[in-house]
């Protein structure tokens, strides 16, 4: 029988109350990892009582909130604050989304729970390291590849082929389908992922672009490509409303009909 061990630090433990300072007010739980893989302690659940009337309405105005009055040691990722970045992504109430743009009221229960990305190391807190992510990403070579001389200006297209890419251009490679996505959390190494997909089909229905054939071949691979089950938790959970799951069917649709 197989002998399954879980890592050292792998169990969370119970943190600290960071209670409320008196006064007036509503008052809301923030339950919040923390863990920091240089230390020696396991991860841990720390909770925070939030004055929500001074904060702003998204879960990031409250973990702002919390590192500038609360706790300075909280660790955590964020550069737009308008959903534009990608950087806030995390885990909230259960299900991957940007900080910045997911209100805090829109959680239900007693407490906010806010955890990383799953299935990515932990930097520290709420910051996952996707080392793994950017390196899929970069691995399908998201540029134009062309082989004609250059024009003098630019690569033109018309507005009906421009108009192909929207709903693949839009993406902000926040990681939230990817970490929510059970087939790569359990071939991460060899699935590249639905955003990785995402874009790899964005390139390879570009019509500027001149490496199709290429594209297609490097990824006629039985894990970069099929260990999509079309489950779908990645067109749920985009803080974009995209689609990754159609654009890895298009993919292996072109793949099908290119052996025909
Ligand atoms: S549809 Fe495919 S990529 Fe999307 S979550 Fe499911 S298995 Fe992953
Ligand atoms: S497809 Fe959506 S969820 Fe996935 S990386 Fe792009 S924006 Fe984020
Ligand atoms: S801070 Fe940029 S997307 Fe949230």
Not at 141 to 152: A, D, G, I, K, S
Not at 228 to 251: D, S, W, Y
Request: charged share 25%; net charge neutral; glycine share 6%.
């Amino acid at each position: 029988m197989v002998q399954l061990t879980l890592p050292k630090n792998s169990r969370i433990g119970k943190g600290k109350r960071h209670r409320a300072p008196s006064g007036a007010g509503r008052l809301k739980l923030f339950r919040i990892y923390r863990y920091d893989p240089e230390g020696n302690e396991n991860p841990r659940w720390d909770e925070y009582e939030v004055k929500v009337d001074e904060c702003g309405p998204m879960v990031l105005d409250v973990l702002i909130h919390i590192k500038n009055t609360m706790d300075a040691t909280l660790a955590f990722r964020r550069s737009c604050r308008e959903g534009v970045c990608g950087s806030c992504a995390m885990n909230i109430g259960g299900r991957n989304t940007l900080a910045c743009t997911h209100g805090w009221e829109e959680v239900p229960g007693e407490a906010v729970v806010v955890a990383p990305l799953p299935s990515q190391p932990v930097v520290k807190d709420l910051i996952p390291d996707l080392s793994l992510f950017y390196a899929q990403y970069a691995s399908i070579e998201p540029w134009l590849h062309t082989t004609t001389p250059q024009p003098q200006t630019e690569w033109r297209q018309a507005p009906e082929d421009r108009e192909k890419l929207d709903g693949l251009y839009e993406c902000i490679l926040c990681a939230c389908c990817s970490t929510s996505c059970p087939s790569y959390w359990w071939n991460e190494e060899r699935y590249l992922g639905p955003a990785a997909l995402l874009h790899a089909y964005r390139w390879i229905i570009d019509s500027r672009d001149e490496a199709t054939g290429e594209r297609l071949d490097a990824l006629e691979d039985p894990f970069k490509l099929y260990r999509c089950h079309t489950i779908l938790n990645c067109a749920q959970v985009c803080p974009k409303g995209l689609n990754p799951a159609k654009a890895i069917a298009e993919v292996k649709r072109m793949l099908v009909e290119r052996t025909v």
